[in-house]
C-alpha cells in the first residue's frame, strides 16, 4: 500500500506552526540530559513494590479518584486531599489544569526561556500564550510580570521554581507579588523543589492564597520517572474542577501503588535528593574553576555558558556523555544544561570537559 501523500485531515489551524516537544537523545554511557535521577529505586523499595503489584487486581479498574494515593500525599505535604490531584506525571497534571482553566479565548503567561511545556500545553488546549522574557540573568523582571498580569489579565500565569533550564528560584515575594495581581490563578511548577531548600517552596502560600496551584512530580527527585506519576495540591474548589477534564482512571493501579510504596520510602529518596544536589554543587564550582559561566541552580542541573555549544555538545557525546542542548531557543544561544548524577559521572564529565576547554 502506498502512503497518500497528504493527510486525510490537516490538525487544527491552531496547532499548525507548533514544534512537538523535542529533546535530542544520543545512545551515551553517561546521560545527563533530562534531569532524572540517577539511582535506582533500592533493592528493599523493589521487594516492596513487587508484593504490591502482586496484589493489584489488575483485571478491574483503579481507584478512579487515586483516593489512598491522596490520602497519602495530604500527610506527605500537609494538604488536604480534597485540594489534590494526581496523573501520569506533573506534564498531565499541567495539562489537566490548562484543559480545566486555560482553553480557546484564555491567555496563559510564561517567563522565558523555561520549561517548554510551559507553553505548548497551553497552546494544546488553543489558549494564547503571552512570552516574557526573563533578564538578563534569567530572573523574573518582577516589575514587567506584575504590568504584564495587570494589563493582559491572563487566566494562568505560569511560574517554574527552581526554573528549568535554569535552575534560578522565584524568591517568595515575587510568587506573592502574582498572586495579588493576577486575575486568574499561578501556577508555581516544584518539578525540582526537593533540589532547593524546603523553606523556599511556594507550599507555603496555599493557606493565604485560593489562587494558587503547586504542582510536583515524581519524575526528579522519586527515582520514578518511567513510572509518570505527578500531582497538584491547589484550592479544593479549583481542584474539582479538574475531574470534568481527567479521563476516567487515568492514573493506573501500577502507577498509584507504586507512588504509595515511594511514599513510605521518602526518606532514602530525600537523601539521594541531597547526595545529587551535593554533586550540582560540585559541577558549579568545578565549572566556575574552569572558566566557564555557571548560573546558580537550586535544582539538579547547571546551566553553562560556552561559546560554541554544539562543539561542545558533540565533543562530549564522544566522550560517551550526553547532555542538553538548546538550538534555537532565545535567551539560550550560548547555554547548555548538564543533570547532576552519581559522583562518578560528575568526574566523567569534569574531564571530558577539561579535555575539551584545552582542545
Ligand atoms: C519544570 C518541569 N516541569 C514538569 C516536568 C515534567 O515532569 P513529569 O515527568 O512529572 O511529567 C519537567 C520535566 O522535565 C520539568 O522540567
Redesign the pocket.
Known amino acids: 500500500m502506498s502512503a497518500p501523500t497528504e493527510p486525510a485531515l490537516a490538525v487544527r489551524s491552531d496547532l499548525a506552526g507548533l514544534e512537538p516537544y523535542s529533546s535530542p537523545q544520543r545512545p551515551a554511557r553517561y546521560r545527563m540530559n533530562?534531569?532524572e535521577s540517577p539511582y535506582e529505586p533500592s533493592p528493599a523499595f523493589r521487594s516492596e513494590l513487587a508484593g504490591a503489584i502482586s496484589a493489584v487486581e489488575l483485571n478491574r479498574y483503579p481507584d478512579k479518584d487515586a483516593h489512598d494515593l491522596c490520602e497519602e500525599l495530604s500527610l506527605h505535604t500537609a494538604w488536604p486531599q480534597e485540594g489534590i490531584s494526581v496523573a501520569?506525571?506533573?506534564?498531565?497534571?499541567?495539562l489537566h489544569l490548562c484543559l480545566a482553566y486555560a482553553g480557546t479565548n484564555r491567555t496563559v503567561l510564561t517567563f522565558e526561556p523555561?520549561?517548554s511545556?510551559?507553553s505548548l500545553i497551553p497552546r494544546m488546549t488553543g489558549a494564547e500564550v503571552v512570552q516574557l522574557a526573563r533578564d538578563d540573568i534569567f530572573e523574573v523582571d518582577l516589575d514587567a510580570a506584575v504590568t504584564a498580569t495587570r494589563d493582559l489579565r491572563p487566566e494562568i500565569v505560569m511560574v517554574?521554581s527552581p526554573?528549568?533550564?535554569t535552575g534560578v528560584l522565584e524568591p517568595l515575594p515575587s510568587i506573592e507579588a502574582l498572586l495579588e495581581e493576577a486575575p486568574g490563578i499561578v501556577i508555581v511548577?516544584e518539578?525540582?523543589s526537593e533540589f532547593a531548600d524546603p523553606g523556599d517552596s511556594a507550599r507555603g502560600l496555599l493557606e493565604e492564597h485560593p489562587n494558587l496551584v503547586v504542582?510536583?512530580?515524581?519524575?526528579?527527585a522519586w527515582q520514578l520517572?518511567g513510572a509518570?506519576?505527578?500531582y497538584a495540591l491547589g484550592h479544593p474548589a479549583l481542584m474539582e474542577g479538574l475531574a470534568l477534564v481527567r479521563l476516567p482512571y487515568h492514573l493506573s493501579a501500577l502507577s498509584q501503588v507504586t507512588a504509595l510504596v515511594a511514599l513510605r520510602h521518602a526518606d532514602e529518596s530525600m537523601r539521594l535528593a541531597a547526595a545529587v544536589a551535593e554533586e550540582r554543587d560540585r559541577i558549579a564550582i568545578e565549572l566556575q574553576a574552569m572558566g566557564v559561566k555557571t548560573i546558580p541552580s537550586h535544582a539538579n542541573f547547571v546551566l553553562f555558558e560556552v561559546d560554541d555549544p554544539p562543539g561542545v555538545w558533540t565533543r562530549l557525546l564522544e566522550r560517551d556523555v550526553l547532555i542538553r542542548i538548546y538550538t534555537g531557543t532565545p535567551g539560550l544561544e550560548h547555554a547548555v544544561r548538564v543533570t547532576a548524577g552519581r559522583p562518578h559521572e560528575t568526574e566523567v564529565f569534569l574531564a571530558a570537559m577539561r579535555e575539551i576547554l584545552d582542545e
Open positions: 533530562t534531569n501520569n506525571g506533573s506534564n498531565e497534571v499541567l523555561t520549561y511545556l510551559h517554574c526554573n528549568n533550564p511548577d518539578a525540582y504542582t510536583k512530580t515524581f519524575s526528579k520517572a509518570r506519576i505527578g
